[in-house]
């Protein structure tokens, strides 16, 4: 893994958190952002393995940016995040380019699990 994930959340804590379970599995951080503007602009400069990405966020969505993203490199591998109940949002994700989701609150396994399976 070259470039590393880059994680996309709104909540500082949430974006730590996972940033942490992947540390202490090996996986190397690309950088964060705080919502999907700032995530493409990091996505532009980092180029990263992989993207952890929320749904719900100010200023623009996971699945508004997960479209950007994919606009910029088609083979983007992309994680959502979503919190319980928001199926219909988690289907569109995944139509709009996203390989998996996972869901709030995590379980660090899944989030390892999540990355390794799209890793591949």
Same mark, same amino acid.
């Given at each position: 893994?070259?470039?590393?994930?880059?994680?996309?959340?709104?909540?500082?804590?949430?974006?730590?958190?996972?940033?942490?379970?992947?540390?202490?599995?090996?996986?190397?951080?690309?950088?964060?952002?705080?919502?999907?503007?700032?995530? %493409?602009? &990091?996505? *532009? !400069?980092?180029?990263?393995?992989?993207?952890?990405?929320? @749904?719900? +966020?100010?200023?623009?969505? /996971? %699945?508004? &940016?997960? *479209? !950007?993203?994919?606009?910029?490199?088609?083979?983007?591998? @992309?994680? +959502?995040?979503?919190?319980? /109940?928001?199926? &219909?949002?988690?289907?569109?994700?995944?139509?709009?380019?996203?390989?998996?989701?996972?869901?709030?609150?995590?379980?660090?396994?899944?989030?390892?699990?999540?990355?390794?399976?799209?890793?591949?």
């Amino acid at each position: 893994m070259a470039n590393g994930i880059l994680i996309v959340d709104d909540a500082a804590f949430m974006r730590m958190m996972i940033k942490d379970v992947l540390t202490k599995n090996g996986f190397t951080i690309a950088g964060e952002a705080e919502n999907g503007v700032k995530a %493409i602009d &990091a996505f *532009k !400069e980092s180029s990263p393995d992989l993207v952890i990405m929320d @749904i719900t +966020m100010p200023e623009m969505d /996971g %699945i508004q &940016a997960v *479209k !950007e993203i994919k606009k910029l490199d088609n083979s983007a591998r @992309i994680i +959502m995040c979503s919190a319980m /109940g928001q199926q &219909a949002m988690v289907i569109e994700a995944i139509q709009a380019g996203a390989k998996d989701f996972i869901v709030k609150p995590f379980q660090p396994e899944r989030i390892v699990e999540a990355v390794k399976k799209v890793l591949g």
